[in-house]
Structure formats: C-alpha cells, structure tokens
C-alpha cells in the first residue's frame, strides 16, 4: 500500500515513520509513505501557500492552485493517485470498520488542512472522502493523517499477525479484554486465577465477559445492535443484573 502525504510540514512525520511497526513494515516493502511539501508547488518567491478567506471572518485558508499542482503531480506519476483522503473535522468519523475498508485500497493520498481548512474548489475537484478522527480540533491534518495511516496499515496483509487483530477492540464490535503479563502478583495484584488455568473454553468465557463488561461502561452503543446471540443477550443481561456494582451506566 502506498501513502502519498500533501502537508506544509513534512517532517512532522520523520520520527513516527522512523519507529516501531510503521517503520518495519516501510523496509519490508509492506507500505510506503511519501511525503508531499505543498509549499514546493507555489509560484511566489515567499512559498505562500495560504490567503484571506472570502466573506470575512478570521483565519486563513489554504490556496487551491498549490494544492491543485501537488494533487495533479499525484495523477502523473507512474503510479497514478487512488483515493484521496481529507483529514478535516468536519468530515466524517473515522473508526475501524472504515480503516479496513481503506486497508484494501492499494493508493491512498491524505491531504492535511491547516488553519480554517482548503479552498471548497478542491474539495469539489478532486477529494473522494473528508475524514475526522474525532469531535474536537487539533491544529492541522497531520497528526488525523498518522492516526489513520497507523490504523489502516497494520490491517494491511503482513504488517501484523492475523491471529492478534482478531482480539482487539472493535475487532468483534467490543472493547478488548484485560490483559496480564508476568509476574503473576504485582504488589499484591494477582493475574485472575481463570488465566492461570489452561482452560482454553474458561478463559474465552472470562474474556468474552470481560470485553462486555469494559464496553458496557465504556461504549455501551457498541451493543446497541440488534440480532445479538443469544448466549451474548444473556451474558449481558448477567452483567448488568450486578447494576451499580459494576460501575458503568446500564442507560435505559
């Protein structure tokens, strides 16, 4: 998979890229990241790359000619431009279902907005999605752009063991369960005796509870779809029985 990145500041992605499981799966040819300087496609001598907006208001916003050069220098290339992707707060929310969506692409180019956002004409011309990874506002699209690459990435065919995504949150439409490392007592804190076991069925069974009571208090809209299994409905039901004992919000 490739990631094309169009930014004003590249090297806020050097160190990322240059670390853990981004960085193994770049040098075993898994992904790659390319990094775009939108100031590299302005036509004046101070690089400019943002103006006033139109109608007033405070803030600027980032120019469509730049913008437009560096998107179509995408479309020239050997290797052509898929979909392009706009880190936006006003786009819709990212989460995992969409991130494996994405994980099939094989060409993803993410554009990262600064200061009140991209001329609308770009938008219109050439962004397939706008994307916001969260209802709050960070300062640029850069740091929505690593989110989103680190979340599609490791889905993608190698990066990481298949066995391991199926186990994480939202992997089954929950919250993951506990987890417990040695040694078995930390300053009096056991690992639950169910883990110790060997019982393969009990510690499911106690990991399955687990992952509905952490989202339960959590995210208890994760379990507001219909249809659930039978044994899970009761499972639930079980839990919240228990009520205020188990410190989540049973809702209504």
């Not at 990435?153 to 939202?170: A, Q, T």
């Not at 952490?214 to 507001?224: D, I, Q, V």
């Amino acid at each position: 998979m490739i990631f094309r990145v169009l930014t004003l500041f590249p090297e806020i992605f050097q160190g990322y890229l240059e670390a853990s499981i981004l960085c193994r799966a770049i040098q075993q040819g898994l992904i790659s990241v390319s990094l775009i300087n939108i100031r590299d496609f302005a036509k004046d001598r101070h690089r400019t790359c943002d103006d006033y907006t139109y109608g007033g208001g405070a803030g600027m916003v980032l120019k469509p000619q730049p913008l437009a050069d560096a998107l179509d220098s995408l479309k020239a290339s050997a290797a052509g431009c898929g979909r392009v992707i706009y880190l936006t707060p006003s786009g819709r929310l990212f989460n995992q279902r969409y991130a494996e969506q994405l994980a099939g692409e094989p060409d993803l180019a993410l554009i990262c907005g600064r200061y009140e956002g991209i001329d609308q004409r770009i938008i219109d011309a050439y962004v397939s999605d706008e994307v916001s990874v969260g209802d709050y506002i960070l300062a640029g699209g850069e740091v929505a752009a690593l989110v989103v690459m680190d979340a599609v990435s490791r889905l993608v065919k190698g990066v990481i063991k298949e066995d391991s995504l199926k186990e994480e949150s939202f992997g089954r439409g929950l919250l993951e369960y506990p987890q417990y490392t040695r040694p078995a007592d930390f300053k009096g804190r056991k690992v639950p005796e169910v883990l110790l076991s060997g019982h393969q069925a009990e510690i499911s069974r106690w990991r399955l509870r687990k992952s509905l009571e952490k989202t339960l208090r959590h995210r208890p809209e994760l379990l507001s779809r219909e249809n659930l299994p039978a044994d899970i409905e009761k499972m639930i039901e079980e839990i919240k029985s228990r009520g205020e004992e188990d410190g989540y919000d049973q809702g209504d």
